[in-house]
């Protein structure tokens, strides 16, 4: 991890800082530095995999977590990446068969879990991989002598991102792109003063894990829950007087339904939201509940990082809600058409990013139809516009254009209306086939909203007639991914089948 230098000194200034707190569970920063070394220690005595088919240029020992968010994550993780090591973070609440694929292809050299019971341990024990129980401490604390080696170039993470399939897709990750993006982080989200950070998403997803390895760089105490429980979380924020909250919208909208009628959570001075655009009802209800917060939000991709970031509340200039922001530093982005010719500004395109924070490539799954580099730059396929003054509004992601009557619809400019309307606190908009429109749209909502004229009434004073959804149906609970975000998937399975977590809605 490219942050090894600075845990040392935080280990050796304050040692007894809390570094990482979970349900209550707490590790300080000696703790974690000298755990850690205790496990790289015994990490380097592990003998290599000879099944690996790939190469990783200048690693020694490749590690797999497969932990969820156990409070061994951190030293387990630190001790992963410290040189020449590197570490792929695997998310155990993923099928049992597609872990299965991921650590056969992947040959490390240690699997850590979290539970000796658990799928994934199961299939480390099938395919010979030595298991280790986080918690068990398998190695000797009582030797303290040595250090974490510096922080160095190199691979040190591989992850996973869904693709055009089922299947994740491998990238990795070299500790100059995530150093240079700490130090570009620290001064742009002002977190120098090492502020209390809370994110409850998945360590195993991009968001967290970067929250924590940022919190823990500066030198602050991170917070997180074992298990998503929005009334939890409020708590904590509430009990502990959290500085800074980072998650997605859909876990701040659980913790304002939550902690509706309590007092607001005034100790909180940043709230930082990726992962799907804020619209105006979200931004108005993290107002009330976060009254003395900044608020804003990124725009990024795990393959190339950061790309914009804006401030919706407390800035000295509040962005436009349609908007993503302006570049993040080291950034710049263009718009272009299928050709790669720049289109300018107010023309939709495809989003192409020069920067020096970009994933290294792909250990498999690059299909060629999202991440890709080329002359014009870096893309994950993603549509959007640049206005006169350098802001970003995203269209959609690749592939989800809808054709509706011969029309181009984006799903994120219906969704984006309908999040404006009273009494609708989320939407999903996704195509069907269609004899007579080529695809009809179609809305989900949730929300106090259950009337598809007033839906329909709404969307018009917004949007052209053709792209107004032809069908209006509530949900009265999301299905989630790990990562805290709506299984879109799922919801346009339950529209097909009729199997009664959707309702349909008439005028």
Known sequence: MPIHKELLRHATERPDKPAVVIDGLSLSYGELYRRASAIYRCIQTLPRSN????????????VALSLGNHIGFAEYFVAATALPNACAVIDPMMPPDRIGRIIERLAPDVLVVDDDASPSAEIGRRLGIPVVVAGADPFDLTETKGELPDDAEGIFLIGFTSGTTAEPKAYYRSRQQWRRSLDRGRAVFEIEDAPSTMCPGALAHGLALYAMVEALDAGGTFHSVRKWDAAAVARILSREEIE??????????GISRA?????????????LTAGAKLDVNGVESMRRLFPGARIQEYY????????????????KTDF????????????????RDPDENDVGTDVPGTIFVRSDLIADGYLWGDDGQAFRVTKAGATVGDLGELDENGML???????????????NVYPAEVESALKSCPGVEDAVVFGLADAYYGQRIVAVVSGEATDAKMLADHCAGQLARFKIPRQFYHIASWPMTSSGKISRRQVEAAVISGDG???????
């Open 51 to 62: 099944h690996r088919s790939f190469d990783l240029p200048g690693v020694e020992k490749l």
């Open 244 to 253: 800074r909250l980072v998650a997605v919208p859909t876990h701040i909208a």
């Open 259 to 271: 902690w509706a009628g309590e007092p607001a959570l005034t100790s909180l001075r940043d709230v």
């Open 300 to 315: 990024g991709a795990s393959e190339i990082g950061f790309m914009t970031v804006s401030t919706l509340v407390g800035g």
């Open 320 to 335: 436009p809600i349609d908007r993503v922001g302006q570049v993040y530093p080291g950034v710049e982005i263009s718009i």
């Open 393 to 407: 509004r995203v269209i959609g992601r690749a592939g989800g254009m809808m054709i509706s009557g011969g029309n």
């Open 501 to 507: 977590l959707v309702l349909r809605l008439s005028a």
